[in-house]
């Protein structure tokens, strides 16, 4: 059962089915190995794959048809203890690190990466986001519920006019008689929108962006229809409005125009996130066509001893092995105190294709059973493409590591 929001929060590590696990799953593995650290990783790993076979993959496909967020399968997810997975245990977090969040998004983006975006933009871009910008108050005011899945986060910070572009946003916050702030703008592509209970929301005041905190049913506060998309369907994204939103003082993260500093942190976080996305995408396409090449026959024979299947076959797996490498080895040095911008960049930039194109070469192998959907690849393949766009642009990284490159140069 969840404890309630009042109640003392079970870490992870320490929870009793993770805890029974790690004994045993530290005798039959080495922690040398940069995918499982630590015996603690390790039973993580064991406990979200489980997750995902046994009960998320039971509802992919049908919340996929229908665009549906499951909350109930949020909650479970919850009871897990990996809501604030990288939030400290003295706050009631799992205590772990980047490269724990890598583990949870890749093992759940092997069945459902709608769900899993749904799950990174409440742990990721607002629990993680919003601790390491708060104030004790702040987390004491605000973690509680989300940790425990009862809220549901999101984050605002794309505008119809400012995507890449995320310095030349327009939604504005003045300050008025009483100190408050007033909030007037829209964002847009915001997942979670139309279920989160508190969102994370960017502004600009006196021309430079800040941070706050916005609860839903806030006056003037409105949430636009759901946006119908191709794919991470099981995931909700919709618009949001503001007209002249009154935003308590103490709802402000930080500092008065510190507010890139705590994006530009946690979004390399996000980009190694949905990296590990891409791989837990490629993976399972993996598994799905070398399983149907040695089951499918054709001119007598299975399809998987024709050398263009084996093509698909090998060459997929060995990108998914090298992006695996590169996002596990990046998220070791992605932490609030340390930049890895190019890093994270460099993940994302490699491993997002590789999820597209796995996916794409599953489909050819499995030909007319593949692009229906009664084989799960037709909407890993979908799924895929959302990851080149969503937290920086393929476009976006060239630019950045290109910058950081030649920035070293000097």
């Keep these: 059962m969840r404890r309630a929001a009042s109640s003392s929060f079970h870490c992870l590590s320490a929870s009793a089915g993770i805890a029974a696990s790690v004994g045993a799953v530290a005798a039959r593995r080495s922690y040398t190995d940069i995918f499982n650290p630590t015996p ?5 790993r064991d406990t979200i794959a489980k997750f995902s076979r046994d009960v998320v993959d039971k509802h992919a496909r049908e919340d996929d048809i229908n665009g549906h967020f499951n909350r109930e399968l949020f909650n479970q997810l919850a009871d897990l203890g990996v809501m604030g997975v990288t939030i400290p245990e003295e706050d009631h977090g799992a205590g772990m690190d980047a490269v724990a969040a890598v583990i949870v998004h890749h093992e759940l983006s092997k069945y459902d990466p709608g769900f899993c975006l749904a799950y990174l933009t409440h742990a990721i871009l607002f629990v993680n986001n919003f601790y390491f910008s708060a104030s004790p108050e702040q987390r004491q005011r605000w973690l509680p519920k989300v940790l425990s899945g009862e809220h549901v986060g999101a984050m605002g910070m794309s505008e119809p006019s400012a995507g890449t572009d995320v310095l030349g946003m327009r939604t504005t916050a003045k300050k008025d008689a009483n100190g408050d702030y007033v909030l007037n703008g829209s964002k847009i ?3 979670n929108g139309t279920v989160a209970d508190v969102f994370l929301v960017y502004a600009k005041v006196n021309d430079k962006i800040t941070s706050f905190v916005v609860e839903r049913g806030t006056k003037g506060f409105t949430q636009g229809p759901k946006i119908d998309k191709c794919g991470m369907r099981a995931s909700h994204m919709c618009e949001l409005f503001f007209e002249d939103v009154v935003v308590p003082k103490e ?3 930080g500092a008065e125009g510190k507010g890139v500093v705590g994006m530009m942190r946690n979004l390399e976080l996000e980009r190694v996130t949905l990296a590990a996305m891409s791989v837990g995408i490629a993976e399972r396409s993996v598994e799905l066509m070398t399983k149907y090449a040695a089951e499918r026959k054709a001119f007598g024979q299975p399809i998987s001893n024709f050398g263009q299947i084996q093509r698909y076959i090998a060459e997929g797996y060995a990108d998914t092995e090298a992006a695996k490498a590169l996002v596990y080895t990046v998220s070791q040095h992605v932490h609030p105190n340390n930049k890895n911008r190019l890093g994270s960049d460099a993940a994302k930039l490699f ?3 590789v999820a597209k194109r796995v996916a794409d070469a599953a489909i050819q192998v499995m030909g007319g059973m593949g692009y229906s959907r009664g084989m ?8 895929a493409k959302l990851l080149e766009i969503g937290g920086g642009t393929i476009e976006a990284h060239h630019k950045n590591i290109t910058k950081d490159l030649i920035k070293e140069l000097k």
């Design 189 to 191: 592509w915001i997942t």
């Design 376 to 383: 799960p690849v037709e909407r890993l393949w979908r799924d």
């Design 351 to 353: 491993a997002t294709p």
């Design 40 to 44: 603690e990783h390790a039973a993580l």
């Design 251 to 253: 709802n402000l993260l």
